[in-house]
């Protein structure tokens, strides 16, 4: 079982870090600004943004005295490229169920 797969995966099935993930693929964010975006508190924000970083799928930059966020597409495009090789194999009979 791919482990880091099944990571990256469980991250991404929470609706709140879902909708991070949408709000960071097209603009950095910091935890201040996310919080206000998606009307829910900035301890929530840094918690999803943990799970995210754990799985690498975001990654966080300091600039000044607050830390930005965006996406790690290479995190994004594995997640893809796996389940687009899944959904392409070949479907067998079962042998013992003939």
């Not at 966080?60 to 997640?79: N, P």
Request: hydrophobic share 35%; glycine share 4%.
């Amino acid at each position: 079982m791919d482990e880091v797969l099944v990571n990256k995966l469980k991250a991404v099935a929470h609706k709140t870090r879902w909708q991070l993930l949408n709000d960071l693929i097209t603009k950095d964010y910091c935890v201040k600004a996310l919080a206000k975006k998606n009307n829910i508190s900035e301890s929530a924000v840094s918690q999803h943004l943990k799970v995210l970083r754990e799985a690498e799928l975001v990654i966080g930059e300091k600039r000044g005295y607050y830390v930005h966020y965006s996406v790690k597409r290479d995190g994004l495009k594995e997640i893809a490229s796996k389940i687009e090789k899944l959904a392409t194999k070949e479907a067998r009979r079962c042998q013992n169920c003939n």
